[in-house]
């Protein structure tokens, strides 16, 4: 297979990318780059010829397990610290789990609170509809809305 | 009333208070002799609407409207029913989205549980995250 060696048509820096073509090694957006680097992420390196920022072979790897790590829901804070836990010589994998057990019983509360919401419309939707518009002298603003709550709170 | 006064009586912090009146949802005067915020008897009224529409899945950004249009004596009813079914169908795609990512990590962490801990070399920072990406790709 070819797929890994593929050589960029315009090499940035010996050995190096800019962040459009190490968005594209990755299949990123250069903006999520760019995201990445504000976030302390990835630090790039600038050509003493042009200014320009550049990235190592090594950043590849990095924005692979970036990606990799939000596709598991951790957050950038979380990414950054394993990153700073790795440059410390440690081994990560207990935070990672850690971590994303952290993050799985946050998606729980969150799935959670959305259904919740989710009921709360339906009935909204159908009390609506049934309804009509009556009038209501004790809404001050909207009427649907402080009917409806009104009467299940 | 200050902050804190329409924060307790209203049952929410007072930074929740600041942070309506800095969006505009809420309209302080100011007391003459120290300058803090002044809130009123409509500012615990405009309080609860917020925290009813909020409840009922409505954003700050649709409160903000229908308080206008109501603050313009304009009946907000028909845009509210119109906003609660595109919240509503926002609402079932976040979902739809979560609970996707709460079985792809549930399935990591069974994942992981059977495999030992190992030092990060310099392709791989923790090969647990690789063993995700591998099962995912179709590539173990």
């Known amino acids: 297979m070819l797929n890994n060696t593929i050589i960029p048509f315009e090499v940035a820096s010996p050995g190096g990318f800019h962040v459009a073509e190490l968005a594209d090694e990755v299949g990123v957006t250069p903006a999520t780059i760019r995201y990445y680097s504000r976030n302390g992420l990835l630090h790039a390196k600038r050509d003493p010829n042009n200014g320009y920022r550049y990235f190592s072979p090594a950043d590849v790897d990095r924005v692979r397990f970036i990606k990799q790590a939000q596709d598991l829901g951790l957050k950038i804070a979380d ?15 207990g935070k990672v789990e850690s971590l994303v057990r952290r993050r799985l019983d946050d998606i729980s509360r969150q799935i959670k609170e959305l259904k919740a919401i989710k009921s709360r419309m339906a009935a909204a ?26 009467r299940t709170e | ?17 600041r942070y309506y009146t800095q969006l505009g949802l809420l309209q302080p005067g100011r007391d003459p002799k120290n300058r803090y915020r002044e809130y009123g008897e409509p500012d615990v009224y405009r309080l609860r609407f917020i925290r009813r529409a909020k409840w009922l899945g409505f954003t700050l950004r649709d409160v903000k409207a229908i308080l206008h249009d109501a603050d313009q004596g304009v009946a907000p009813c028909p845009d509210v029913r119109k906003i609660i079914r595109v919240r509503a ?3 079932r795609d976040r979902l739809k989205e979560l609970k996707h990512l709460q079985r792809r990590v549930e399935e990591a962490i069974s994942l992981w549980d059977t495999m030992p801990d190992q030092p990060p070399d310099h392709k791989s920072l923790c090969h647990l995250i690789d063993t995700v990406a591998a099962v995912k790709g179709g590539l173990t």
Request: charged share 30%; proline share 5%.
């Open chain 1, 79 to 93: 990414i950054k610290s394993i990153f700073e836990s790795v440059e410390k010589g440690k081994i990560p994998c």
């Open chain 1, 125 to 150: 939707i159908r009390d609506w509809e049934e309804g009509a518009d009556h009038s209501n002298q004790n809404a001050r603003f909207c009427p649907l809305i402080e009917r409806f709550a009104y």
């Open chain 2, 1 to 17: 009333m200050h902050v804190n006064e329409l924060a307790k009586e209203s049952g929410v912090a007072p930074h929740v208070v």
């Open chain 2, 89 to 91: 169908t926002e609402n």
